[in-house]
Nanobody, 124 residues
Framework: VQLQAYGGGLVQAGGSLRLSCAAS????????MGWFRQAPGKAREFVAA????????YYADSVKGRFTISRDNAKITVYLQMNSLKPEDTAVHYC??????????????????WGQGTQVTVSS
């Protein structure tokens, strides 16, 4: 599966952005989907994940209550709604696909496919 992420940009602290990740191929619904991010000089970290059918959601503690992940299997797209953004959310955000839920939510080793990143910059 090929993934194309978009929707990043520059926003002030407290603002909102919605990231989208469009997938190609007919196997999108076979994958759990996630979002990760990587700030300058830091390792890539898990942000959020959604199961194949959308019945399970999982968030990093740092974004819980502020970010919402969702998916539309008919549109083969996964979304990340980011509210109450903070300067520490500044990072390149990546969408990802994985086949094993337990490994996808624990880090990058659970990812089978990566999309290209989209930059999110939050000014204070």
């Amino acid at each position: 599966v090929q993934l194309q992420a978009y929707g990043g940009g520059l926003v002030q602290a407290g603002g909102s952005l919605r990231l989208s990740c469009a997938a190609s191929g007919r196997t999108f619904s076979s994958y759990h989907m996630g979002w990760f991010r990587q700030a300058p000089g830091k390792a890539r970290e898990f942000v959020a994940a959604i199961s194949r059918s959308g019945d399970r959601l999982y968030y990093a503690d740092s974004v819980k209550g502020r970010f919402t992940i969702s998916r539309d299997n008919a549109k083969i797209t996964v979304y990340l709604q980011m509210n109450s953004l903070k300067p520490e959310d500044t990072a390149v955000h990546y969408c990802a696909a994985g086949t094993l839920w337990s490994t996808l939510v624990t880090g990058t080793r659970g990812v089978d496919y990566w999309g290209q990143g989209t930059q999110v910059t939050v000014s204070s």
